[in-house]
Each structure stands twice: as C-alpha cells, then as structure tokens.
C-alpha cells in the first residue's frame, strides 16, 4: 500500500508527497489511498522559480512558486477536497497565470475570492487575496474586495456583503 513508504527520505528540496509525509491523512487504515488530503490551507511562498530548479516543476504553470504550490495542492486533494491560499493577487489578471486561471476553474470551483487591503503584511507591500477552490463542480463565487482600504480585514469581513459572480467553466 501507499504507506509501505512512509517514513523514507525524499529528495531534498522536492514537494513532499502526502502519503510519505502525513501517512494517516493519505492512508487508509490498510494501506489503501484514498485520493488524497480533504483540505489544504497555507501561505505559500512567492517569488519566480530560479532558472537553474525550473525543470524540477511543472512546465505548464507559471514560474512563480505561489502557482506551483496551488499546482500541486489541487493534485493532492482527494474528490471533494478544498484548497485555501492566501496569496498575491497576480493569478486573477496577470497573463502569464492563464494556466493557473483554468486550472482552479475548469478542475473545480473557485467558492470565495477576498481581495485584502493593500497593507495586510507589515513587512512587505504586495497586493494579495484570499481564496478558497472546491474540487467539486460549482456555479457560484463569493467576492468580496477590500483592496485599495486600510480597513482591518477581520472587521471588514465581518460588515462586507459579498457580491456573488457566476462562474464561467
């Protein structure tokens, strides 16, 4: 079964694969895989992938490690999983996050979408959303946009009133 290899190494520096790092979550009581983690929340670091370890990921997507990271947690979720990231808001407009767009639209649905006020990190400026995908078919997104205000996040989204998008797949 999948957790025969748990509790090897992995090469340095490479993603960790979920049934190798977090065996109970992957693994089923007989060793059986059922598809993956129910959910992935973080933070992923940002920043373009140095030319020297782009072979080690995905040619498909963006070279920028946020979009990497999103990538690859989709991959890992189990049928009806959830993903949440905090993350730069590059991916909604940017054209090089084309890949990245169709991905979180076409495999899933995006549910929620909470662009944060510019200044939400002290120690650096850099604009960033909040979203949370569905590995399930969907037609609405939740939006709610905070960008351009100094309104604390955690008051703010307890006033918004989301504005609801229907999603095109």
Do not use: K, M
């Not at 995006?110 to 002290?122: A, E, G």
Request: glycine share 12%.
């Amino acid at each position: 079964g999948c957790c025969a290899a748990a509790g090897r190494g992995r090469d340095r520096g490479s993603f960790p694969r979920g049934e190798l790092a977090f065996p109970p979550v992957c693994c089923g009581a007989g060793g059986e895989a059922p598809g993956g983690s129910a959910a992935a929340v973080g933070n992923p670091p940002y920043g373009e992938i140095p030319a020297d370890r782009a072979a080690a990921f995905d040619p498909d997507t963006t070279n920028n490690v946020y979009a990497q990271f999103v990538a690859r947690a989709q991959e890992l979720l189990r049928d009806g999983g959830r993903l949440s990231f905090v993350t730069p808001t590059s991916w909604e407009t940017g054209p090089e996050y084309e890949q990245t767009r169709a991905n979180l639209v076409e495999s899933g649905h995006l549910t929620t979408l909470v662009n944060l006020p510019y200044d939400v990190f002290d120690d650096a400026y850099v604009d960033t959303a909040v979203f949370v995908w569905a590995d399930t078919p969907g037609e609405e997104c939740a939006v709610v946009d905070l960008s351009g205000t100094r309104v604390d996040p955690a008051v703010a989204l307890t006033e918004a009133e989301p504005t609801t998008f229907a999603v095109a797949g």
